[in-house]
């Protein structure tokens, strides 16, 4: 009976991931068809190549969101991140949305050693490390007194 449901749910789960990449497919093929005068005008407006967007059409709604599970890995607030430096998000969800090692990076969070390894694998890992080690806005800075100044 277990093996059942177990061979269910994966059938499941596989029709789900055919599902979604026939999705990306079509997102894809409308992307093209606007043509190549309208794709660089929606990718300068998006800040990225033809390329990017198109990979990016191509990896879906859901092409970043490993870098939610990955900041609260790592005991960052998305919501601060979020309201404090949106053009620092932003900048991260687009290199995580089209980055390589998804299979590792969700591989690291589910085993707790996403730490140990950012810098093996997560092209944003410097980004984190200038976030993780970003003074406080009630810490005093030397040179130019209280922050609050």
Not at 46 to 67: F, N, P
């Amino acid at each position: 009976m277990a093996s059942a449901i177990r061979t269910e749910s994966i059938g499941g789960r596989l029709m789900g991931k055919f599902s979604e990449w026939l999705g990306r497919l079509g997102d894809t093929a409308e992307l093209r068809a606007l043509g190549a005068a309208k794709l660089d005008c929606i990718a300068r407006d998006l800040r990225v190549s033809r390329t990017q967007l198109e990979t990016l059409t191509y990896h879906g709604r859901r092409g970043a969101d490993e870098l939610s599970g990955l900041l609260k890995a790592l005991g960052l607030d998305e919501t601060a991140i979020t309201r404090k430096e949106p053009g620092v998000l932003r900048d991260m969800t687009l290199v995580c949305a089209l980055c390589a090692e998804k299979i590792r990076c969700n591989r690291e969070i589910e085993a707790e050693t996403t730490a140990q390894h950012l810098h093996e694998y997560c092209a944003n890992s410097y980004t984190i490390d200038a976030l993780r080690t970003k003074p406080k806005p009630d810490a005093m800075d030397l040179f130019r007194g209280p922050s609050c100044c």
